[in-house]
């Protein structure tokens, strides 16, 4: 089982102290996740718009979270 299928399922955990860890790490990958998924949308030329409109939130919103920060390696992981 994957860590984020772990994760998930301790989401739904009725110990609320494992629940709300969970959700918190689950917060942390999808922010890393997506800061990858954007660094490789603008590499492959997606303009802000086509970003902000695949993660449905406006072209500003995309734009001011992600456009000042330096890019990440494409290896999530590491």
Known sequence: MSQATELAA??????PKIGLR???ALRRLLERLEV???DNARRQGWSWQEIADA????????????????????????
Do not use: C
């Open 22 to 24: 969970a959700v918190l």
């Open 55 to 78: 993660l449905e939130v406006s072209r500003q919103a995309v734009h001011k979270k992600h456009a000042g920060r330096p890019a990440v390696r494409g290896n999530w992981e590491a």
């Open 36 to 38: 990858v998924q954007v």
């Open 10 to 15: 301790a989401a739904g955990s009725t110990d």
